[in-house]
């Protein structure tokens, strides 16, 4: 029975109402202006909210749980490395799950990628990856190169050096114009080949080749930024420049690789190797966070042998075993599957599921390349109306800016993929 006493409190919080209190999430303000939705559990590539309610991931976490949840090779290579060491400083020691990790990297990925260094975030890799830059220019002896080339509508991170290099204009980090670096922006890349396009590209790069370090963008897809593609002969016409002024070479593929556009790394459609490669998202299968910048003899060379002796940079939890573990475990589980075949299922259901959108009034463009598929509008999104319209649908998706918009794990059965591209029309439709 409730005593007088008891029924005279105030109800005790809820998980919401503690969230609202205390909790910052992404590119929001504090407090939020809508309550999150409160995921209870996640297995195969379903989220169960605390109302018991069950929605298909479209977003694989933010395009990182390739394989879904609670995948029982991923849950066990965890749990035996725990068993061993949870964590040690990776300056003066070394084991064997970064030494083994480091090793398949520079397997997969193109020669001459031979030199691994490993970070704590995407973003992280960024900063590492024009440190490199940077560094390999002072090591050659020209300080004055201290801008970096990319191309407009391009997205690589939250950190500031890696904000330099997103679009100044049009993306989200407007905000701190006037204080970043000033980068170097060609146009944005078309979606099909143009030939006068690398003619620009050559000619912003002459133009600057006396202050410029290096080159970095996003191969075939550029992700946050937009979501466009662009065909990949382009990155050709970025190798050829970046060989003639002597140009360290940055393909961030932390959203697209390990197979999300249908190769196993987007730049193979180009058949060119970058001078240093950015990886993470997927790379642990979305169970921990790590990424990677693997870089070649040569700039790793240079960099050694330049004023500082080395790369100057040196995360707390870089190379931790526990991710460098399940990072492995997931990259063996994505070469044990049909990981292209998957792929390329998800790429054929999300053409068949998205194909009504078309006639939706507002809608644009509708794409869909590898396991990514798009639908883009003339005005920016409502989000909630879009949410909550992809939510009776039974599905979870994040649509941002004037796009609607779905990544889903590989493993994400037929049916499922279909009722994805059937919310995601839902959405448009609300939005």
């Known amino acids: 029975m409730t005593s007088p006493e008891t029924a005279s409190l105030p109800p005790a919080p809820t998980l919401r109402d503690r969230d609202r209190a205390h909790v910052w ?123 970096m080339m990319t191309w407009r509508g391009g997205y690589h991170g939250d950190t500031f050096g890696a904000m330099s290099v997103c679009d100044p204009e049009g993306g989200m980090h407007a905000a701190w114009s006037g204080f970043l670096p000033q980068q170097v922006f060609a146009d944005r890349p078309p979606s099909s080949y143009d030939a006068s396009y690398d003619e620009h590209l050559r000619a912003v790069a002459d133009a600057h080749a006396d202050e410029v370090a290096g080159i970095v963008v996003e191969p075939v897809v550029q992700g946050a930024g937009g979501m466009r593609f ?50 993470g998202k997927a790379l642990t299968g979305g169970y921990l966070t790590m990424a990677a910048a693997l870089c070649t003899p040569a700039v790793a060379t240079a960099i050694s042998g330049g004023e500082a002796g080395g790369l100057m940079h040196g995360p707390t939890f870089m190379a931790n075993p526990l991710a460098a573990t399940v990072a492995g475990a997931s990259i063996d589980e994505l070469l044990r599957r049909d990981w292209a075949g998957e792929v390329a299922a998800l790429g054929a259901g999300l053409r068949e ?55 889903p794990p590989y493993v994400t059965p037929a049916d499922d993929v279909l009722r994805i591209g059937a919310a995601m029309v839902a959405a448009a439709r609300a939005a």
């Open 230 to 279: 662009h065909d990949p002969r382009h990155l050709r016409a970025l190798r050829a420049i970046a060989d003639a002024h002597d140009l360290v070479l940055v393909f961030d593929e932390i959203a697209t690789g390990f197979g999300r556009t249908g190769t196993l790394f987007a730049a193979e459609q180009a058949g060119v190797a970058p001078d240093v490669l950015c990886v």
């Open 25 to 147: 999430h992404p590119y929001g303000p504090m407090p939020g202006r809508t309550d999150p939705l409160v995921v209870r559990s996640a297995r195969g590539v379903r989220l169960t909210l605390d109302d018991g309610r069950e929605l298909v991931d479209g977003m694989s976490s933010w395009w990182a749980a390739v394989h879904g949840y609670r995948h029982p090779a991923l849950d066990a290579a965890v749990t035996r490395a725990t068993g061993a060491m949870s964590h040690v400083m990776f300056g003066g020691l070394t084991h064997d799950p970064a030494v083994t990790l480091a090793e398949r990297l520079v397997a997969l990925t193109p020669e001459p990628l031979e030199h691994v260094f490993l970070a704590d975030s995407g973003s992280v890799s960024i900063e590492v990856a024009l440190k490199m830059c940077l560094q390999y220019q002072r090591a050659r002896d020209r300080p004055g190169r201290t801008r």
């Open 353 to 407: 599921g998205l194909a009504p959108a078309r006639d939706v009034p507002g809608v644009v463009d509708v794409r869909v390349l590898g396991g990514i598929g798009v639908v883009q509008l003339d005005h920016p999104v409502d989000v909630p109306a879009a949410q909550a319209a992809a939510e009776a649908h039974g599905v979870w998706l994040r649509p941002f800016r004037d796009l609607v918009y779905a990544m």
